[in-house]
Structure formats: structure tokens, C-alpha cells
């Protein structure tokens, strides 16, 4: 039951069809018998602006969850964000503090690498290829990096999002091997889809699934169905797959702690979800 005493999330993004974040979060606080709810908002990019300048007058508002199409620009919005954000060159999560700022973090990354670490993926020395190096991308790429992946392949048909990232990279990470310019997933024991391919009837695969090594793992971040047409493609190939909502069940225990709300283990979240595709 929401009240005058619920405290509001603010889910961020457009469109906002395919959001299963409330579907997750909702459950765990009322299980919980936290007074806070998480709201779909669909906001398009030329509204972004001024909406969270709009948000952050909200007495009731405890943050909010950002996804796509905002996560790059959020980091400039914000009053302040941390160096994660930073690195991976976007937010998405921000937190309204008691003086009407935003604080910017970044849980995209860690959420994806933490969800492949417990299928018993290593990542150390790894050779990793990520498409798309948008928000999402970006993020995955600088955890992948954190975690001391061996090399990283980067790919955005948007190719300066994909060298700037590359630049960000190895600057932080001297050692690392960086490249772009190439969605070939052919020599990689990670592929990872970081773009919007896969949401919509009809999208072209991100890779040429004939080229993923068997052995390969194979990550998603579209949640729009469970089973992409890309994993269920690396799926009869023998591949290991994670599913695009592992990112995201991953990630909320870091979300909880931020907003203040505790935290959770990813089988109890998943214990209580309700998803539905």
C-alpha cells in the first residue's frame, strides 16, 4: 500500500515497457516492510533535463534507478558522481540528498561481472569482446577491466563512444589491451551484448554467432525476454549464456546499500520476484 509516508524511486528511462526492476524491488520492500515503492517514469531524452531538475523538488523522492536512453547523460547532470561513474562514463543509480543534489554512482559493471563470477567464469587474463559502449557497455567494460581481464575488444557503431571508452580504459588500466573497431567475436572466452539489438521483432543479432568459440560465455543485457534470439543462438552452440536480468538481480544489493535500504543476497531477490517478460 503506498501512503503519504512512501518514500519514492524514481525508475528513469524510455521507453518503459520492457522495466523489470519494479518487479523485483517492489516485492523485496513490501516482504521486507519497507515504506518505499519503485515508479516506472518514461521520460524521452529531450525531457531528461528538465524532469530531473523537476524530481529533485520532490520531498518524497529517495533517488532513482536510471537506465536507457539517459545513463551517459546523467553524468553530467549530476551534482556529484564517483569514480566508478566516472570511469565507466555513465550513472545509473542517483541519490537525492537531504540538500535537493544528486549523487551519481554506477552499478551496471559490477552487477554483470559479479553475475558471471558465480557461474564460475574466470575473468583474470580473460580476452573479452563487448558491443555497444553506450551507458551499459561502458560500465560492463570498466568492472570487466577492475576484475584484470587480459583484453578488451570494444565495438559501437558509434565508433568515437567506443574510442573514447578505450581511452578512459587504458588510462586507468595501463596494462590492459584495448581495441575497437571490430565486432568479430572469433578468439574471445567472453561476448558481450551491451546494445539495444534483441529488444525489438526482427533485430539482426549483435555477432555473427557463427564465429563465437564454442567454450566462449556469452552475456546479455537486453531484458525484454529471457532467452534473447542471441542466446538462444549461443545456446545450441554449447556456449555458457547469462541471461540479461542477472545483471540486473546482481546489481540491487549495491542499489539497496546506496538508498539506505540494507541489502540482500541475489537468490533471496530472486526468491520473491515477480517478472514477468
Known amino acids: 500500500m503506498i501512503s503519504g509516508k512512501t518514500q519514492l524511486i524514481a525508475h528513469l528511462g524510455y521507453p518503459t515497457e520492457s522495466f523489470k526492476a519494479p518487479m523485483i524491488y517492489n516485492p523485496w520492500f513490501e516482504k ?11 521520460v524521452k531524452p529531450e525531457d531528461y533535463t528538465a524532469t530531473l531538475a523537476a524530481l529533485s523538488r520532490f520531498t518524497n523522492l529517495k533517488g532513482a534507478l536510471v ?3 539517459h545513463k551517459v547523460t546523467t553524468l553530467s547532470l549530476a551534482d556529484e558522481i564517483t569514480p566508478t561513474a566516472r570511469i565507466a562514463g555513465a550513472c545509473n543509480a542517483l541519490l537525492l540528498r537531504p540538500d535537493g543534489t544528486w549523487l551519481g554512482d554506477q552499478f551496471d559493471g559490477a552487477g554483470f561481472v559479479r553475475g558471471l563470477l558465480r557461474k564460475g567464469r574466470t575473468l583474470r587474463g580473460a580476452r573479452v569482446i563487448v558491443s555497444g559502449a553506450g551507458g551499459v ?8 577491466a577492475a576484475e584484470g581481464v587480459a583484453q578488451l575488444s570494444l565495438f559501437d557503431t558509434y565508433a568515437a563512444s567506443a574510442e573514447g ?3 578512459r580504459l587504458r588510462a586507468h588500466y595501463p596494462q590492459l589491451v584495448v581495441q575497437t573497431g571490430s565486432n568479430d567475436p572469433a578468439g574471445f572466452d567472453v561476448v558481450v551484448n551491451a546494445t539495444p539489438l534483441g529488444m525489438k521483432e526482427g533485430d539482426p543479432l549483435p555477432f555473427d554467432v557463427d564465429r563465437i568459440d564454442a567454450g566462449a560465455m556469452v552475456g546479455e543485457v537486453v531484458m525484454k525476454t529471457e532467452y534473447t534470439p542471441l542466446l ?6 554449447g556456449c555458457g549464456v547469462q541471461v540479461g536480468t542477472d545483471m540486473l538481480f546482481e546489481m540491487i544489493p549495491a542499489y539497496l546499500e546506496f538508498f539506505g535500504y540494507g541489502t ?14
Do not use: C, F, H, N
Not at 557497455?137 to 570487466?144: D, H, N, V, W
Open 165 to 167: 571508452l578505450a581511452e
Open 264 to 277: 540482500a543476497t541475489a537468490d533471496e531477490l530472486r526468491a520473491v520476484a515477480q517478472i514477468k517478460y
Open 232 to 237: 538462444q543462438a549461443a545456446l545450441a552452440k
Open 67 to 69: 537506465t536507457m536512453p
Open 137 to 144: 557497455g561502458s560500465a560492463i567494460a570498466a568492472s570487466l
Open 32 to 42: 521486507q516492510g519497507i515504506d518505499a515503492v519503485v515508479v516506472p517514469m518514461g
